[in-house]
Nanobody, 115 residues
Framework: QVQLVESGGGLVQPGGSLRLSCVAS????????MGWYRQAPGKQREWVAG???????NYADSVKGRFTVSRDNAKNTVYLEMNSLKPGDTGVYYC?????????WGQGTQVTVSS
């Protein structure tokens, strides 16, 4: 069992930056692949970025070059650094952990990009 808690969301102007954090507890963090998803009002949840247990990263085309995902296994934490934010980045951002057949979600953190 893994518990995930996101933080770092907020209101930011277009072009601004935010860094989201997701702290995991309850299991061996380092074995899990981690991902960030987001859900805008009235839309389906979409994948944003992911990082494997070995540190390999992948990004959705919409955020490539602007967002960076990283992890600190010593702190049981995965980060999402978001730069050059756009209004279309607005939504609730969720952290996900998965390994084998198990997957776990956090409760989400709101990101609003608006002037």
């Amino acid at each position: 069992q893994v518990q995930l808690v996101e933080s770092g969301g907020g209101l930011v102007q277009p072009g601004g930056s935010l860094r989201l954090s997701c702290v995991a507890s309850g299991s061996i963090f380092s074995i899990y692949s981690m991902g960030w998803y987001r859900q805008a009002p009235g839309k389906q949840r979409e994948w944003v970025a992911g990082i494997t247990s070995g540190g390999s990263t992948n990004y959705a085309d919409s955020v490539k070059g602007r967002f960076t995902v990283s992890r600190d296994n010593a702190k049981n934490t995965v980060y999402l650094e978001m730069n050059s934010l756009k209004p279309g980045d607005t939504g609730v951002y969720y952290c996900k952990a998965w390994w084998a057949a198990a997957d776990y979600w956090g409760q989400g953190t709101q990101v609003t990009v608006s002037s």
